[in-house]
């Protein structure tokens, strides 16, 4: 069988070694240095002034959005546009914190939302909007943050599957105002669960240190805390159990802190290999037009997630699903498919006014299958195989 996650870590046994030998030295695995460190280096790699580690690529999303509100670029009601075609949890924190969801179609070409689909969504009076780079792929960044900039409308990347990927020069993630990462398991490297959320925003990141902890003051710069006990009255004393504005706990450990720095180490290695992979893949899918064509020449990298398989009909797509299935491969729908149809977008949103076609199709007749860093030759040429004409 060619699972989709072939083990928790990049070099599980060295890295499990290490963990067991850190645990029993450690003196404290709440989170500490580890996870500032881990930060640090994140922050370097993307080219970005800041990363905050927290719990989750899900608790990313939900962190940053609460920290947007409680700094007031965004308020309740304000309407939202995300990606039809994503993750579940990049679309819950719109609506768990009073906004707005406006769902955009994506081109089936690129699986991504593009400054057409954008414009063709009932567009007006967008604050923000908060699109999701499935599975390694986008559309026009460039042309995008320019649309929410013509538009003065924030810009948010959900990254969380495609770290790694470059489009104009840009690591994806570095367009927006903001970007959130997942290092869950099978995500492009793993600390078991994790998420990082990455700025250049001195404002926005002084308050995500407050969203991710109770709202408190504690992991802000003394000069900050100086300021802010100034503004509220409060003493050293008391200032430790004072909560200034909504916030979670969605800290990490120092074993995910421990884990990042491990593994961040094959950040580069990692991501060639997924692209390698990835080329592979895409060469022998566009000899077959049995599929449909995936465009991804503005891409410089594909740091790709796991491939999808468009059929051009559904005969086909039954056809191909079989295929990989009989040879042992686990394949799954192409994330969510269309958001709008899932049954919480039905109860809190209601019925779509318009169809997401494109996201339709994409759920009805793709699918992904497995390309991780650990595949070995054999199994990519498998892979490779299956992607001809049946
Ligand atoms: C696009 C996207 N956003 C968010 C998440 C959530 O990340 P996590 O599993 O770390 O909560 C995922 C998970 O796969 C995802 O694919």
């Avoid at 790694?164 to 970007?179: I, V």
Wanted: proline letters at 2%; glycine letters at 6%.
């Amino acid at each position: 069988m060619i699972k989709l996650m072939k083990s928790t870590f990049y070099k599980e046994e060295k890295t499990k070694k290490a963990l067991a030998d850190f645990i029993l030295q450690a003196e404290m695995l709440s989170m500490g240095a580890e996870c500032k460190e881990f930060e640090r280096r994140f922050a370097e790699k993307q080219g970005r002034k800041y990363a905050l580690f927290v719990s989750s690529g899900s608790m990313a999303n939900l962190v940053l959005l609460q920290a947007l509100l409680n700094i007031g670029r965004l308020k309740r009601g304000d309407r939202v546009a995300v990606s039809s075609l994503t993750w579940a949890t990049n679309i819950m924190p719109v609506l768990q914190l009073g906004l707005v969801p406006v769902a955009i179609d994506c081109e089936k070409e690129t699986l991504n939302v593009s400054v057409k689909t954008l414009e063709k969504a009932d567009g007006t009076d967008i604050k923000a909007i908060f699109l999701t780079n499935v599975l390694g792929f986008s559309d026009d960044m460039s042309a995008i943050k320019k649309w929410a900039e013509r538009n003065g409308t924030i810009f948010l990347e959900d990254n969380c599957e495609s770290l790694g990927s470059k489009m104009h020069g840009t690591l994806l993630g570095n367009f927006g105002l903001a970007s959130t990462f997942s290092t869950y398991v099978g995500h492009h490297f793993s600390t078991i669960e994790g998420g990082m959320i990455c700025t250049d925003d001195e404002e926005l990141h002084d308050m995500l240190l407050m969203v991710r902890a109770h709202g408190w003051d504690r992991n802000l710069a003394e000069e900050k805390q100086k300021k802010l006990r100034d503004i509220h009255g409060v003493d050293d004393f008391f200032a430790k159990y004072t909560f200034y504005d909504l916030a979670y706990n969605a800290r990490p450990t120092e074993i995910n802190g421990f884990l990042g720095n491990e593994q961040i180490q094959y950040w580069d290695e990692i991501v060639a290999k997924r692209e390698d992979n990835f080329r592979r893949f895409q060469e022998a899918a566009a000899l077959n037009d049995d599929l449909l064509p995936l465009e991804v020449d503005h891409m410089e990298v594909v740091s790709n997630f796991a491939m999808p398989v468009i059929c051009k009909t559904q005969e086909l797509f039954e056809l191909y699903r079989k295929k990989f299935s009989d040879a042992q491969v686990e394949i799954r729908p192409i994330i969510a498919g269309d958001m709008t149809k899932q049954p919480f977008y039905k109860k809190y949103v209601g019925e779509a006014a318009e169809e997401c076609e494109n996201a339709r199709f994409i759920h009805e007749q793709g699918f992904y299958f497995p390309n991780n860093s650990e595949l070995t030759e054999e199994e990519v040429q498998l892979l490779v195989s299956l992607l001809g004409k049946k």
